[in-house]
């Protein structure tokens, strides 16, 4: 399954302006419903045409702007399709579908870019997470999302500990490098220190090849999430988790692992006992954010509203921090950066865009974080809440 990360949407969010086609289709993987799946797919793509023509174009244009994702319409693409949702994207530079493993409303947006807010769910409380897997003869390394589970291939990681001590030229007997404490400037490769057991010679060689071992994982994570923030959950065997904590440098490495043998798990066992222990932490980070926005909403300070007509001006010009919004719901209208002027249409208008989206998309685009969430999770019963830097 190729499910869209945050640096595709920003990429997606980055394109050239023009006429961008945004299509959003619940998918049916089994039942009698299957059947109907390639009939709405044509109705979808028809809309799509009309708004391509509205927007100006010729009849001739938008058919050829449209055919890549015409051509998907085959059996063998809804034979093997198996999720819930289908995301398209087309514009003149760029064709791309998603598989989503949630569902949503039909949908379809024609604008001068990508409309986003229906994958946003993706990004928070379905974040994504990493486990792993640790034992001294295999380790293996995921990235997961709420729904799904995939084994990533990492540069540099060993696959076992002969294999890394063979490879670290670096190693010496009895002694080798520490790591710097948590939240030091630099990594494990550049602090020398040395490690000093207790107990009989042969434990504490071991247990030191163990700990040079995990170092070594480290320095290869270190370079595959050296920008990321998702958490990482450690799997192995009890003896082996605290010794990793020891070599680990990366900040947001869950306190809860799992327990034993990860050898014998599946991928789907990893994920059925990982997602627990990360969905705590994705639903805390968004309590915070609501108990934030309670505490400085209504206040002198001036750095949290709901007001749409405040927020859209402020994610446009870098002042949004933190953003909630509701998923399955546009405010259409348009925002005139000249004059900060937001205008709001109860009916969507020719040039119209979401401007729920529109505030989401510049907030991702300008570093701030978007929670994407059921209208009810949205205090006082409005549509966007915003938390301001200044």
């Known amino acids: 399954m190729q499910l869209i990360s945050k640096e595709e949407i920003k990429k997606l969010l980055e394109q050239p302006k023009g006429n961008c086609v945004s299509i959003y289709m619940p998918t049916h993987p089994a039942g009698p419903e299957v059947r109907q799946d390639p009939i709405r797919f044509k109705n979808l793509i028809r809309e799509a045409e009309a708004r391509l023509i509205d927007a100006g174009l010729e009849e001739k244009q938008a058919t050829e702007l449209l055919q890549k994702a015409t051509k998907l319409d085959t059996p063998d693409f809804w034979e093997q399709w198996g999720e819930q949702g289908l995301a398209i994207f087309i514009s003149e530079d760029i064709f791309q579908y998603y598989n989503l493993p949630f569902n949503f409303q039909e949908l379809v947006v024609v ?3 990508f409309h986003v807010k229906p994958l946003l769910p993706i990004l928070n ?3 994504r997470f990493y486990v792993l897997a640790l034992s001294q003869k295999d380790v293996r390394f995921f990235e997961g999302t709420r729904y799904s589970i995939d084994e990533v291939e990492v540069e540099n ?3 076992s500990l002969d294999e890394a001590l063979q490879r670290d030229e670096t190693a010496k007997e009895g002694q080798f490098r520490i790591a710097t404490p948590k939240g030091g400037t ?3 490769f550049v602090q020398p220190g040395s490690f000093h057991g207790q107990g009989s010679p ?3 060689k ?3 090849d163990i700990l040079q071992f995990f170092y070594i994982i480290d320095g290869a994570l270190h370079e595959k999430l050296r920008s990321q923030k998702a958490p990482l959950v450690i799997a192995g065997v009890d003896y082996l988790l605290p010794l990793y904590r020891q070599a680990n440098t990366y900040q947001h490495l869950m306190e809860e692992g799992i327990t034993g043998n990860p ?3 599946s991928a789907k066992e990893l994920h059925d006992q990982a ?3 990360v969905e705590a932490d994705f639903q805390k980070s968004q309590q915070d954010v609501l108990e934030r926005f309670h505490e400085l909403f209504g206040g002198d300070t001036g750095k949290a509203t709901n007001n749409l007509q405040e927020i859209i001006p402020a994610a446009y010009y870098q002042r949004v921090d933190s953003l909630l919004v509701t998923v399955g719901q546009q405010q259409w209208g348009l925002f005139d950066p000249s004059s900060e002027t937001v205008y709001l249409h109860e009916e969507k208008e020719t040039g119209d865009e979401d401007l729920l989206d529109f505030a989401a998309a510049h907030t991702l685009l300008n570093g701030g974080t978007v929670y994407a969430v059921p209208p009810e999770q949205v205090p006082y019963s409005t549509p966007i809440a915003a938390i301001f830097r200044y």
Do not use: V
């Open 202 to 204: 042969d434990r504490d």
């Open 206 to 208: 071991h247990q030191e």
């Open 111 to 113: 604008t001068d870019r």
């Open 157 to 159: 990681l060993p696959k």
């Open 263 to 265: 050898e014998i798990l």
């Open 125 to 127: 409380g379905n974040g």
């Open 275 to 277: 997602w627990p222990i």
């Open 186 to 188: 630099a990594n494990s």
